[in-house]
């Protein structure tokens, strides 16, 4: 009962803080919350297909971005007085984009499973992919469509600090929507279905329908976070389609931890915070991300959420003593290797550049200095290689310690945990 | 007449050359399960080797280096990434392939930048092959497609011929009596994925000095390699064949029609309530080229999800 206590009051806090952010935050970070809360509506609904029910969905853009088209069109008519509609509820365009989209999609896409179901996703996310920028009457061709936001129940939406609300107020919401889902029988016949359909439909349950209805259910929530981000950006155009924006998802919902209802949510704001920081930092951030992602797929399979889940069940806050010293190894570690990585990347990023290159012809085709972290470098120098070579083999030796030491006080820790 | 044999011919060639890399995904699914998601980015990266080769080596040098080092990378690939994730079943085995395509793709900018580059074949192959109604017919047109076939030829004979080809048909059907028997299953695993990826990689060091060599081509491939797959039947050679010919003279010949929907209802007497619809109605053939592709997936998938000439669900 009490774990259950401290559940509630952390997630008060938490949304307190969420509560009082864009008082304390520059315009500029409160639109980056903004993203990081719709990224993780998005994976939210993402998950309930791929974790709750197992359905590996490779073409979720679809319904983001139809629930994004479905609230612009909507906020056109608006504009035009064609009908009255309140802001606060422009979602419910995208609900309902999403919903009926994914009854009709889904109900073709669950009729296959594993590989053949993402493919049809796959296939239905690039036939919109494909379609979009030649059909202009709905999609707006090429340029896409863009629109404005009206003010509405006195509360003004031309600031960050409106849609913010209106962004929080939605996402809590539906996040809460999802959670309550997964305590309905339905939501626990979903967990059945992913564990073993065959058994599922020898009990007498329509699993093509179950599946078709739990599928629908999260696309209609992608369709609100697709409504959010044409709420937001007041624009949208044919990428939102492209397997790029399915495939962040995918990556996103892994890195937090498929199983586990809150991880997905928290990859996404991680991974979008940590695009928003470094793509303004280095132009090899899709490199990062990507090496973040296998990682975690080779050394961490059940992703963020899975490891603070094991800690949170397994641990009692007094054995962490046990974990203080090899985590702290851990770090060091892992800031050894990320500084080797980062530095080589860089390092061959801007030698590489055609900044670099103007700077070699001016002087007569040598390998001049290059500057990095506000210092020079040379790049045959071997003291410039050296640096990541002794941070990759320092960190690399270090490892199996680090290894051995988790090992040890991970097992102290659930020992005493256990007594 | 002459769009029509104009077509034939560069739909055979686009065909045959799409069948090179999809020849590697469906023997490595239908052999291990695994979906490879970075199989279009091994023939990047052959295309890239090709390229930086032919600059300091030469042509020829990059088209036999390009499949050995791209095979070597898959071998790697294998036993130290996907062995690890095996456990945790197919789904983990997707979505790390996928992961690494990503790193392939960017570690490729990082080095080449995010511009196509000059990866031209030698001079003395830039000929024409023969002339057809005035057009010259580029003499590498027929090179990649030789190539393609002998592959095919080669592939052929190698599973069905010879005492290697038949290990790992049986790997795929009875995997512990194969174990039982002798036989080293994850050397197996290993050379049929090294495998894959060495005809990728060889595909792209040979198509990438036709067809521009960028940071895209992947992503443009990517897709469409999983189409004929689809299509073909996945796991199988003969129906990647035949897929790989559909696909291309079916883009071939789109490209240059203008035929619509509303054409089509023009013929039941409809035509000119569809044009008055117009939207998707009146979008013509060549447009919507782009598109079809996914339409026949899609549609394969739902009627007959083991494909052309696939056996198994």
């Known amino acids: 009962m009490s774990s259950r206590a401290r559940q509630l009051g952390l997630l008060l806090a938490f949304g307190g803080v969420l509560l009082v952010l864009p008082l304390l935050l520059t315009p500029n970070l409160v639109n980056a919350v903004i993203k990081m809360m719709i990224a993780g ?26 629930g994004a088209f479905a609230t612009l069109h ?16 422009l979602p419910l365009a995208g609900a309902a984009a999403g919903l ?101 439909r020898f009990l007498g349950f329509n699993t093509h329908g179950a599946k078709t209805l739990i599928f629908a259910i999260s696309t209609m929530f992608t369709g609100v976070a697709g409504a959010l981000l ?23 919902t892994f890195i937090g931890g498929a199983g586990t209802f809150f991880g997905p949510a928290l990859g996404a704001a991680i991974m979008t915070f940590f695009a928003r920081v470094t793509s303004d930092l280095t132009r090899s951030w899709l490199l990062y991300q990507g090496l973040v992602f296998v990682i975690v797929m080779l050394f ?120 | 007449m002459e769009f029509l044999i104009v077509s034939v011919l560069n739909g055979v060639v686009h065909g045959l050359l ?49 499949p050995l080092i791209v095979g070597g990378c898959g071998a790697l690939i294998e036993r130290y990434m996907l062995r690890r994730v095996h456990k945790y079943g197919h789904t983990h085995e997707l979505l790390l392939t996928f992961g690494l395509a990503f790193i392939i793709e960017e570690l490729i900018k990082l080095f080449y930048g995010d511009f196509p580059v000059n990866y031209a074949m030698p001079a003395y192959m830039k000929f024409a092959a023969f002339t057809l109604y005035e057009t010259n017919y580029p003499f590498y047109r027929l090179f990649m497609g030789i190539v393609a076939l002998a592959i095919f030829a080669a592939l052929y004979v190698l599973l069905t011929r010879t005492r290697v080809g038949i290990i790992v048909r049986a790997a795929t059907l009875r995997p512990v009596m194969v174990e039982a028997l002798g036989h080293n299953l994850p050397v197996v695993f290993m050379g049929v994925f090294a495998g894959g990826a060495a005809l990728a990689g060889l595909a792209g060091a040979v198509a990438g000095a036709f067809f521009p060599t960028g940071p895209n081509m992947a992503v443009d491939f990517g897709t ?34 203008s035929w619509s929907l509303s054409d089509l209802l023009a013929l039941v007497g409809l035509g000119s309530w569809a044009r008055e619809v117009g939207g998707l109605l009146t979008l013509q053939l060549s447009t919507v080229a782009a598109s079809m592709p996914f339409l026949l997936m899609l549609l394969v998938l739902l009627i007959r999800p083991a494909g052309l000439f696939g056996d198994r669900q």
Not at chain 1, 54 to 61: I, P, Q, R, V, Y
Not at chain 1, 74 to 89: D, F, G, I, Q, Y
Not at chain 1, 321 to 340: E, I, S, W
Request: aromatic share 12%; glycine share 10%; proline share 3%.
């Open chain 1, 41 to 66: 509506l998005f994976a939210l609904s993402f998950s309930l297909a791929m974790g709750q029910a197992g359905m590996l969905s490779f073409g979720h853009s679809a319904y983001y971005g139809l």
């Open chain 1, 74 to 89: 909507l906020m056109k008519a608006v504009e035009r007085s064609l009908v009255a509609w309140p802001t606060p509820l």
């Open chain 1, 100 to 200: 009926l989209c994914g009854l009709a999609f889904g109900w073709l896409a669950t009729q296959r499973t594993g590989v053949y179901f993402a493919m049809v996703t796959l296939a239905l996310a690039e036939l919109l992919f494909t379609l979009a920028p030649t059909w202009i009457s709905v999609f707006g061709g090429e340029a896409g469509i863009s629109t404005m936001r009206m003010n509405s129940w006195s509360i003004n939406f031309a600031s960050d600090r409106g849609v913010y609300y209106l962004t929080l107020a939605w996402v809590v919401g539906s996040a809460w929507c999802l959670w309550a889902f997964t305590r309905t029988p339905m939501g626990r016949l979903a967990l059945a279905v992913r564990d073993n359909e065959h058994r599922v």
């Open chain 1, 230 to 252: 044409a709420i937001a950006n007041e624009a949208t155009n044919y990428t939102i389609f492209s397997a790029q924006a399915s495939a962040n998802v995918v990556l996103q």
């Open chain 1, 300 to 419: 961490v399979p059940d992703g963020i959420g899975g490891l603070i889940s094991v800690h949170a069940r397994r641990l009692r806050a007094s054995a962490f003593k046990h974990l203080t010293l090899p985590y702290l190894v851990c770090l060091v570690v892992g800031l050894l290797l990320l500084g080797g990585v980062v530095f080589t990347v860089e390092s061959v990023h801007v030698v590489l550049s055609d900044a670099y290159a103007v700077l070699r012809r001016a002087n007569g085709g040598a390998l001049v200095p290059y500057r990095l972290f506000g210092r020079q470098f040379h790049p045959l120098s071997p003291w410039t290689w050296s640096i990541p070579l002794v941070s990759i083999l320092a960190g690399a030796a270090l490892l199996p310690v680090a290894r051995r030491l988790t090992r040890h006080g991970w097992i102290r820790a659930v020992g005493e945990s256990a007594a």
């Open chain 2, 18 to 66: 799409l069948f090179m890399v999809s020849a590697g995904l469906t023997l490595i699914f239908g052999m291990m399960g695994v979906l490879n998601f970075a199989h279009a980015w091994f023939y990047m990266l052959g295309a890239y080797v090709g390229f930086t080769l032919t600059r300091t080596v030469g042509f020829w040098a990059g088209l036999i280096a390009a």
């Open chain 2, 224 to 257: 469409l390699v999983f189409v004929v797959v689809v299509v073909g039947g996945l796991g199988s050679l003969e129906g990647a064949l035949v897929a790989s010919l559909m696909i291309g003279l079916f883009i071939s010949f789109s490209v240059g029609l």
